[in-house]
C-alpha cells in the first residue's frame, strides 16, 4: 500500500499570512520541533527573499550538521527561471524545492492579463524545473496554483510535463478552498491514474474543509497507487481562513472511520508531539488556541453537561475518540508564581548565570558566558517575547548559527 507523507508550510504559507508575523529565531525552532515530530519534510521559506537568506543558509548548516534527524528542508519559489537562478545564487546548498505557477483559466486572464498563454505556464514551468535539478535540487515539486479551479485535462498535461522533466512530485494546491472532498477525490484520482506520480494536496479552509478535503484528495492518490503527501500547518496558521490544520489531519489519518487501519502514515510521525509545538506556535505567532481546537484546544477533552460528563466517568470512550495523552497532553504544568530571574534584551550576567544554571548549562568563564549573554540579548531584541527554555538552549548550543539566524543585512540608499 502506498504512503501518506506530511509537508509542512507553517514556515512558508503561515508566515506570508496577513497580520501574523514570526521571527526567524521561532521558524528554526519550528524546523527542530518538526523534525521532532517525524514530519516529512518543511517548507522553511523563500530563498528569493533577502531578508530570509540568512535564515534558510543558517537551517541548511544545521542539517548539514546532522541537527535535524530526518526532515528536509525545502524552498518555495516561482516556477520562472529567474526565481530558480536567484534561489541557488542565495542559497546555494539548497535541495530540495517547490516551484508554483497559476494554472486556472481565471488566473491567466485575472493575474497575467492574458499575456500569458497555456504554452508559456507549461514552458515556464520546465525550464524552472530543468534549470532547479541543473544547479543541483535533488527533488522538486511542482506546484499549479489554483488547481482546483483548472481544468483537469490541462492539470494532467501539466502534470505528464513535469514527470517527464524530472519532477518529483505534483503539488495540487486548492488555493482557493474551493474543492469538496468529493470533487477532489475524483480530481485526484483522475490525475494519478493518468500519470501514475506522486501527488501532494495543497488546502486551504475558506469553505471549513481544508483537513476533509485534504485527506480525500490523498484517498484518491493511494488507491490510484502513487504516494500522496498532504501539506499542513501548525495550528492551521495561513492565507485567510487558513491552511490545512497539522494535528487535525493526523488526527484523521488515525482515528476516523474511513482511515484508521486502512492507510498508511508515515509511521515516523509522532502525535504525541502535538501539544508541544501547537503550544511552542500560539506563542511564536502571538495567536491564541482557540477553546474548541482539535486536540490542543482547552475543551478538546473537557465535559461538564450531565449526560456527557456521567458518560465520560463511566468510560472515556463514550464521549472520547482518542486520549489527552496521545497528543502529548496530560503532565501537570508548573508555573513559577513566587520570585523568578529571568535573562533577556537587558540581562546582565548574574541573572543570565542564573538562568543558565537552572537549565544545567554551564559555562567555562566569563568571557564565554558574556558572548552567550549578548547573544541571548539580540535573540530577545529579535523575538519581543520571553525566550522559552528551548530557544535558551538551542542559543548556548548553537551561537553560530543562532548569530546567523539572528542577522539580516541589507544597506538602504
Ligand atoms: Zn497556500
Not at 134 to 161: H, K, M, P, Q, W
Not at 251 to 275: N, P, Q, T
Not at 306 to 321: M, Q, S, T, V, W
Request: some cysteine.
Amino acid at each position: 500500500m502506498k504512503n501518506i507523507y506530511l509537508i509542512d508550510v507553517t514556515n512558508r504559507d503561515g508566515v506570508q499570512t496577513s497580520r501574523i508575523l514570526l521571527s526567524k529565531l521561532a521558524k528554526t525552532m519550528l524546523n527542530l520541533y518538526l523534525d521532532e515530530m517525524g514530519i516529512f519534510q518543511s517548507e522553511i521559506g523563500f530563498p528569493t527573499l533577502r531578508h530570509e537568506v540568512n535564515y534558510i543558509n543558517a537551517n541548511l548548516e544545521l542539517a548539514k550538521e546532522g541537527v535535524f534527524k530526518n526532515i528536509r528542508l525545502e524552498g518555495w519559489c516561482r516556477a520562472i527561471p529567474e526565481d530558480i537562478e536567484l534561489t541557488f545564487k542565495n542559497c546555494p546548498d539548497i535541495k530540495h524545492l517547490n516551484i508554483s505557477i497559476s494554472t486556472s483559466d481565471i488566473m491567466l486572464k485575472g493575474k497575467f492579463r492574458s499575456r500569458k498563454t497555456w504554452d508559456d505556464i507549461v514552458n515556464s514551468m520546465v525550464e524552472a524545473l530543468r534549470l532547479a535539478k541543473s544547479l543541483g535540487a535533488e527533488t522538486v515539486g511542482v506546484n499549479a496554483e489554483d488547481a482546483s479551479r483548472t481544468d483537469i485535462d490541462r492539470l494532467i498535461e501539466f502534470t505528464f510535463a513535469a514527470k517527464e522533466n524530472g519532477a518529483d512530485r505534483f503539488r495540487y494546491c486548492d488555493t482557493l478552498g474551493a474543492d469538496d472532498p468529493i470533487t477532489i477525490y475524483q480530481r485526484i484520482k483522475k490525475i494519478a491514474e493518468a500519470i501514475k506520480f506522486p501527488i501532494e494536496m495543497h488546502c486551504h479552509n475558506d469553505l471549513g474543509m481544508a483537513e476533509a478535503v485534504s485527506v480525500a484528495g490523498a484517498q484518491g492518490a493511494i488507491e490510484s497507487g502513487v504516494d500522496a503527501y498532504i501539506n499542513t500547518t501548525i495550528n492551521g496558521y495561513g492565507e485567510r481562513a487558513g491552511n490545512c490544520d497539522l494535528v487535525s489531519t493526523i488526527l484523521a489519518l488515525k482515528y476516523s472511520h474511513g482511515f484508521g487501519e486502512k492507510v498508511h502514515m508515515e509511521e515516523r510521525v509522532d502525535l504525541k508531539k502535538s501539544w508541544k509545538i501547537a503550544r511552542y506556535a500560539s506563542y511564536a505567532f502571538g495567536i491564541p488556541i482557540p477553546i474548541a481546537q482539535v486536540g490542543v484546544g482547552a475543551n478538546a477533552f473537557a465535559h461538564e453537561s450531565g449526560i456527557h460528563a456521567d458518560g465520560a466517568l463511566k468510560d472515556r470512550r463514550n464521549y472520547e475518540l482518542y486520549d489527552p495523552e496521545d497528543v502529548g497532553r496530560g503532565e501537570p504544568e508548573l508555573l513559577q508564581t513566587g520570585r523568578i530571574i529571568t535573562t533577556g534584551e537587558y540581562g546582565g550576567l548574574r541573572g543570565f548565570r542564573h538562568v543558565y544554571d537552572d537549565l544545567g548549562i554551564h559555562f567555562h568563564d566569563d568571557r564565554e558566558a558574556r558572548k552567550i549573554l549578548e547573544l541571548v540579548q539580540y535573540a530577545n531584541l529579535h523575538t519581543q517575547k520571553p525566550l522559552t527554555d528551548d530557544e535558551l538552549r538551542f542559543i548556548a548550543e548553537y551561537p553560530k548559527i543562532v548569530s546567523k539566524v539572528l542577522t539580516v543585512t541589507r544597506k538602504f540608499k
